[in-house]
């Protein structure tokens, strides 16, 4: 079992940057791929990015790669995603998550665990 709690939203202006951090529990976090995804109102849950146990393995959603990067402390059990060039549509609740094993960086449905979530708006 991985419990995951998010920390680093709120509130930016467009342009601005954010980092958010994932703390996760348990003595295997180093084997588990992270992921971050993201929801607005009204839309479904969306792939951000994921890193892979040993950061080998990157993926970043569409429009996101060269603005975010994802990058995880083994030593720490933490996970981040430093957000640049913060744009309005930006503006969700970004969820960690967990995977055993790698069986997709990029499927919510292969990840098995998520934390609670954290704010991030950005204003125009």
């Known amino acids: 079992q991985v419990q995951l709690v998010e920390s680093g939203g709120g509130l930016v202006q467009a342009g601005g940057s954010l980092r958010l951090s994932c703390a996760a529990s348990g003595r295997t976090f180093s084997t588990y791929t992270m992921g971050w995804f993201r929801q607005a109102p009204g839309k479904e849950r969306e792939f951000v990015a994921a890193?892979?146990?040993?950061?080998?393995?990157?993926a970043y959603g569409d429009g996101m790669k060269g603005r975010f990067t994802v990058s995880r402390d083994n030593a720490k059990n933490m996970v981040f995603l430093q957000m640049n060039s913060l744009k309005p549509e930006d503006t969700a609740v970004y969820y960690c998550?967990?995977?055993?094993?790698?069986?997709?960086?990029?499927?919510?449905?292969?990840?098995?665990?998520w934390g609670q979530g954290t704010q991030v708006t950005v204003s125009s």
């Open positions: 998550a967990a995977q055993r094993g790698l069986s997709s960086l990029t499927r919510k449905n292969d990840f098995n665990y």
């Open positions: 890193i892979g146990w040993n950061s080998a393995n990157l």
